[in-house]
């Protein structure tokens, strides 16, 4: 008898001293709700290691509409851009890199504020991201200011032409959540804004985004992402929507190891840079002129 109450007693006080560890022990966040910062031409709210640099190409053919004539737009006219990204401290990031079209310079900063964790204890992850692009193009090279005058644009080029003229701006709220191991979705909002635009563009829009990642396998996802410009009266300038941008597409595939992600996609708007995206996409979603392209990230740890 005595045997099995001091049986008891010490099962008791292990199993009394298990669930005390347990509650002592945080919260952790949750592993890899995405496998990189960067989903096909959207931000996540992942940001790598403190004192990693993070190496990106992104990378689209031309438009597909011309067939086999230039090889479904291998051929065609492509955009780039190239970029490093660097995380100093914790869950800060900072970012630069180079664009073909109109040769933009970008800057840009992340920072996740909340990481959603294990037991739900913060529900979902939170980022913001905010950039600058700089137009590097040769002032001739412009389309030029312009104006309208008896329902007639009439395009005049400025007396002068400064640095801040080149700026554009990007920020957003980014929203996220890992569902489940094999599912993670994020929502967002953001406001764009350009110093200089021709008559019939606004210079700011607000736009909604949506992205998510489904694995099929231990290293391979679908993936998808969705960017919708909205016609806000309150902020336009103008009077009809005639020229207002179009909300883009994109499906892929994502394939990653510890270091490395390879995305290729499908999408419909030809720029790569967030601000570009909002303003200047008019590649209409039920139309033929999507493009292939790819996204390769490459970390290093210091």
Not at 43 to 72: C, R, Y
Request: with cysteine; glycine share 8%; proline share 4%.
């Amino acid at each position: 008898m005595k045997k099995y109450i001091l049986t008891l007693l010490i099962s008791g006080l292990t199993v009394s001293s298990l669930f005390a560890q347990e509650e002592k022990e945080p919260d952790a966040p949750v592993s890899n709700p995405f496998e990189s910062g960067i989903l096909i031409d959207a931000q996540t709210t992942v940001i790598p290691d403190a004192k990693t640099l993070e190496f990106v190409i992104q990378h689209k053919f031309g438009s597909v509409e011309n067939g086999s004539s230039d090889l479904f737009g291998i051929y065609g006219s492509s955009n780039i851009r190239v970029a490093l990204n660097y995380v100093p401290v914790k869950n800060f990031q900072l970012g630069a890199g180079i664009t073909k079209r109109k040769m933009m310079t970008d800057l840009n900063a992340k920072w996740t504020i909340f990481k959603q964790t294990e037991r739900s204890t913060v529900p979902v992850s939170v980022a913001l991201y905010g950039a600058i692009g700089i137009d590097g193009r040769s002032f001739d090279q412009f389309d030029g200011l312009g104006f309208k005058v008896e329902s007639k644009a009439v395009t005049t080029m400025p007396e002068s032409f400064e640095f801040n003229d080149r700026l554009s701006y990007y920020s957003q709220l980014i929203v996220g959540r890992k569902v489940c191991n094999a599912f993670s979705l994020q929502v967002g909002a953001s406001f764009t804004h350009y110093n200089t635009v021709d008559w019939d563009n606004d210079h700011d829009i607000i736009g909604l985004h949506a992205n998510a990642r489904l694995k099929f396998s231990p290293q391979g996802s679908l993936i998808v992402t969705y960017d919708h410009p909205l016609k806000v009266k309150d902020i336009s300038e103008q009077y009809t929507w005639d020229h207002w941008a179009e909300p883009s597409l994109a499906v892929g595939v994502e394939f990653f190891t510890f270091t490395h992600a390879f995305q290729m996609f499908v999408g419909t708007a030809d720029g790569i840079l967030p601000m570009e995206l909002m303003m200047n996409n008019h590649n209409p979603i039920k139309g033929k002129s999507f493009a292939i392209g790819f996204t390769i990230t490459r970390l290093w740890m210091f």
